[in-house]
């Protein structure tokens, strides 16, 4: 079946309907364009507010990966970072002959490698993307950048409907490189302020500490910035986690010790733990991870770490 030449014209296939994959899926659909959704949520207890989400915006649900892939004139891959090649797996012998298949994910150039030859022998078209920072803010307008063979092609056809994708490079990699150590910085620094608050509260001398980084960088709110890394840490601890083992693969495939990308990782791990134990509040309610202050979070977890070692 030939693709059609507009995207505007395309069958939109997502992979993942969490936070990205919904507000992909928003954006799309307001703009007219079809769009059907998998997620392997879908067959369990978390599948009612998928299902209702879709129902309100149009998505149409498919049966699985291999059902998604072969209606798609286009599919997204937005899942969590370790689930990046598993899906390439799952939707490469189903893909449409020249179809494209925009890796969305948080992965290593060296996983994003493997996923595009899994792609690129099935005869679909595979384009890596790197998102660049936060999607909410953004939306469908968050700053990507794609690599590839065809990410220039793809990004002409997909910029007018909302995209803002700029070409990387040709080479496979470069995009993701990209991606992976500007989030040892990030994630590293989310890693480090919760780390460092949590400890200067403990302590009493969290003013202290804000005041002596407000002196050395002046430019940055610490107080709202301290709050909004706890959130996001809180809320979306585990794909952040996964995200920062795969920018430690991708600095020891360099040939260097990944000490901090590696530590980065376990904190977020360790608070994506804490979080799904309910430390932080329930799941799913509206408080959850919506604190303005920092210190509430901390103090919630200063309080468990004492209870645990009572």
Request: proline share 4%; aromatic share 8%.
């Amino acid at each position: 079946m030939t693709v059609p030449a507009s995207a505007r014209e395309w069958s939109m296939g997502l992979v993942g309907y969490g936070e990205v994959g919904r507000i992909l899926a928003e954006d799309l659909r307001a703009r007219g364009v079809a769009v059907a959704a998998y997620d392997v949520k879908l067959g369990g207890a978390d599948a009612a507010p998928l299902r209702a989400h879709a129902h309100q915006h149009g998505v149409a649900l498919a049966d699985g990966h291999a059902q998604l892939a072969d209606r798609a004139d286009f599919v997204i891959s937005a899942v969590t970072a370790s689930q990046t090649l598993a899906v390439a797996q799952a939707c490469a012998p189903a893909m449409r002959g020249g179809a494209f298949y925009l890796d969305f994910n948080s992965a290593s150039p060296g996983a994003k490698q493997q996923a595009a030859a899994l792609i690129d022998a099935a005869g679909a078209r595979y384009v890596e993307g790197a998102v660049m920072t936060s999607v909410p803010p953004y939306r469908i307008k968050v700053p990507l950048l794609l690599g590839g063979a065809h990410a220039a092609e793809l990004a002409e056809k997909i910029n007018p409907l909302g995209f803002a994708a700029k070409v990387a490079s040709e080479k496979l990699g470069v995009a993701s490189a990209t991606k992976m150590c500007r989030s040892v910085m990030i994630k590293g620094l989310e890693a480090m302020v919760i780390e460092s608050f949590t400890a200067a509260r403990h302590y009493g001398v969290e003013d202290a500490v804000l005041a002596s980084l407000a002196e050395t960088f002046p430019g940055m709110d610490w107080e709202r910035q301290g709050a909004y890394f706890f959130q996001r840490v809180i809320e979306h601890g585990r794909r952040r986690s996964e995200e920062m083992f795969e920018s430690a693969r991708t600095v020891r495939d360099v040939g260097m010790p990944s000490w901090i990308a590696q530590g980065a990782a376990e904190r977020q791990a360790w608070m994506a733990n804490l979080a799904d134990d309910g430390v932080f509040g329930e799941r799913g309610t509206p408080g959850f991870a919506r604190g303005s202050d920092w210190r509430t979070e901390a103090d919630r977890l200063l309080s468990h770490l004492k209870e645990s070692s009572a």
